[in-house]
Nanobody
């Protein structure tokens, strides 16, 4: 059974930074892709970033208002952990952030097989 557990959320002022962690267990993840998503109150869950465990290929959200370069996804193979470094945070980044895993190539949709419980990120103005 694959498990993913997020941590690192919290309250931060606008312009600040947070690093989220996602610890994965239960499989050999070389053929998996890991994704970060977020869901604000009253909104649908949306894609943030994804990384292929083997090779480290990454993709980021490109929707309006999301500035590439503020967030960076990375992985530590030895720790089976994926990170989301978030810089220059804005109040509109406030959401529950979810980590997810899927067997296969990275996707920017919610077609992931395993999800964590989420970690709250709140950015104050």
């Amino acid at each position: 059974q694959v498990q993913v557990v997020e941590s690192g959320g919290g309250l931060v002022q606008a312009g600040g930074s947070l690093r989220l962690s996602c610890a994965a267990s239960g499989r050999t993840f070389s053929t998996y892709s890991m994704g970060w998503f977020r869901q604000a109150p009253g909104k649908e869950r949306e894609f943030v970033a994804t990384i292929r465990w083997s090779g480290g290929i990454t993709y980021y959200a490109e929707y309006a208002g999301f500035v590439k370069g503020r967030f960076t996804i990375s992985r530590d193979n030895a720790k089976n952990t994926v990170y989301l470094q978030m810089n220059s945070l804005k109040p509109e980044d406030t959401a529950v952030y979810y980590c997810a895993a899927r067997l296969g190539p990275p996707l920017a949709t919610t077609e992931y097989d395993y999800w964590g419980q989420g970690t709250q990120v709140t950015v104050s103005s």
